[in-house]
């Protein structure tokens, strides 16, 4: 991928992660230390609920932290490798409008990379996405362990 940038991000998807793209999953904002993600209530990913299906918030959330860990890897200029090793989610509200998922721990990802560079063994970064409604309310939180190794 040729720059980091919202649109190259959004591209990424429809042509790597069709299931998110089609969902409506998009990336709104990348920074040095947070990632922000997307998604709005629609009828593609509801659930029969006539809210977000959980699935959809996975897809979301995910993103906002992958896409962090993505941007920090291409800027260490190392060869690494990262794996989804764990996740966990905790849904406290029906989602309905749009939803925000944002991940905002861009410096734990820089340590992980640090040590495993130094070290040359895998690392894992327990990263944090949560889920914010149109009014500003927690729907959901997720925690994804991201495994990271350089390379040999």
């Known amino acids: ?3 980091y940038t919202v649109s190259n991000l959004n591209k990424f998807l429809l042509l790597k992660l069709p299931s998110a793209y089609f969902s409506g999953v998009r990336v709104k ?9 997307t998604v709005k209530h ?3 990913n509801q659930n ?4 977000l299906y ?3 918030q996975g897809m979301a959330s995910e993103l906002a932290t992958g896409v962090l860990v993505m941007k920090k890897i291409r800027e260490s200029g190392q060869k690494i490798s990262m794996l989804v090793r764990a996740q966990k989610g905790e849904f406290t509200k029906k989602a309905t409008g749009r939803i925000h998922f944002s991940c905002n721990e861009g410096p734990l990802i820089d340590e992980a990379i640090q040590k495993s560079v130094a070290t040359g063994e895998g690392q894992t970064v327990t990263l944090t996405s949560e889920g914010i409604d149109e009014k500003g309310d927690s729907v959901s939180k997720f925690e ?4 990271i190794k350089v390379k040999s």
Request: a positive charge; hydrophobic letters at 40%.
């Open 144 to 147: 994804y362990t991201w495994g």
């Open 54 to 56: 959980w699935a959809t």
């Open 48 to 51: 029969p609920f006539r809210s």
């Open 42 to 44: 629609r009828w593609i």
């Open 29 to 37: 904002s990348i920074s040095e230390h947070e990632a922000v993600a």
């Open 1 to 3: 991928m040729p720059k």
